[in-house]
Nanobody, 127 residues
């Protein structure tokens, strides 16, 4: 069964750090692109960071220098390392995988590029 399961969310003070994990089962992450997305109530999911099947990665401008995406092949898990967190980073974070290789394994910050999603994990940045 194809599945993505996020974990690692929680409450953190401004300026703090969190690492989110997204464990995959039923498929091998290395063959596909993944993305992390951020969603707040009433808004659409926005791409935060993405990693290609070859391991190249990039992030949206608002988190550059603060967030980093990585992947551990042995654990079949993709991570989002978040530093210098700010209140505007609050929301639900979702990981996604492009199992249909819509972009040939290339990463994307567009939610339309992904068909497999996790259930999300809540991150709250507050003092």
């Amino acid at each position: 069964q194809v599945q993505l399961v996020e974990s690692g969310g929680g409450l953190v003070q401004p300026g703090g750090s969190l690492t989110l994990s997204c464990a995959a089962s039923g498929f091998i992450l290395d063959y596909y692109a993944q993305g992390w997305f951020h969603q707040t109530p009433g808004k659409e999911r926005e791409g935060v960071s993405t990693i290609s099947s070859r391991g190249s990665f990039y992030s949206t401008d608002s988190v550059k220098g603060r967030f980093t995406i990585s992947r551990d092949s042995a654990k079949n898990t993709v991570y989002l390392h978040m530093n210098s967190l700010q209140p505007e980073d609050t929301g639900v974070y979702y990981c996604a995988a492009d199992l249909e290789r819509v972009r040939g394994g290339m990463g994307s910050l567009s939610r339309h590029a992904y068909g497999t999603w996790g259930q999300g994990t809540q991150v709250t940045v507050s003092s």
